[in-house]
């Protein structure tokens, strides 16, 4: 027979398919916004592209589009910076992200992105930037991130620090009926 601790290494993950008023309100803190974003994924199983994915996230209630927009937000600046998020999405999500960070009272993070936003604007007014962007390759991403000038919002970025989980979670208990889901 197995230890607890062997079953654990063998266990296979299983999003939370539903998510219950009684279930969120007993999650600790710090499982709360993941709980919310593996239901999130369960509902992309079918979902084969970006496009789709937001698609279906578009047609999901605001709480759980507040989830998912600005973790994507923070994982792109923390993986590859505001040139990641700029060269991986589009005006809409960069709209929406703005629209659930001031959702939330996130200021200073809303603050940074609309001067990132100005900046990289900017910079794509430079022709050689316009051509990487438009190649979508990793190749147009590693070039144009050592031409960008974001690299100084990215250190801003990281002196924030995880505020913004802090607030994700305020606003969640906050609003635990909002992320109610089967």
């Not at 299983?14 to 994924?41: G, H, N, R, T, V």
């Not at 973790?71 to 505001?82: A, C, K, N, W, Y």
């Not at 999500?93 to 001031?102: G, P, S, V």
Request: zero cysteines; hydrophobic letters at 35%.
């Amino acid at each position: 027979m197995e230890n607890s601790s062997e079953q654990e290494k063998h266990k296979v993950y299983e999003p939370y398919k539903e998510l219950s008023l009684e279930l969120l309100a007993a999650l600790p803190d710090d499982e709360l916004e993941q709980a919310i974003l593996d239901y999130i994924f369960g509902k992309f199983t079918n979902a084969r592209n970006a496009e789709m994915r937001l698609e279906i996230i578009s047609s999901m209630p605001s709480g759980f589009q507040m989830i998912w927009f600005t973790d994507e937000f923070l994982l792109s600046v923390l993986h590859g910076g505001f040139n990641e998020f700029f060269y991986n999405g589009s005006d809409e999500i960069t709209q929406m992200t703005f629209q659930y960070l001031e959702m939330i009272g996130a200021t200073k993070y809303y603050e940074l992105l609309k001067q990132a936003v100005e900046a990289h604007q900017e910079e794509m007014h430079n022709p050689v930037m316009q051509e990487l962007y438009s190649e979508q390759t990793l190749h147009g991403y590693s070039e144009s991130y050592k031409l960008s000038s974001l690299k100084e919002y990215d250190d801003r970025f990281i002196k924030l620090g995880f505020r913004l989980d802090g607030l994700k979670v305020q606003y969640i208990r906050s609003n635990l009926q909002s992320f109610v889901g089967s």
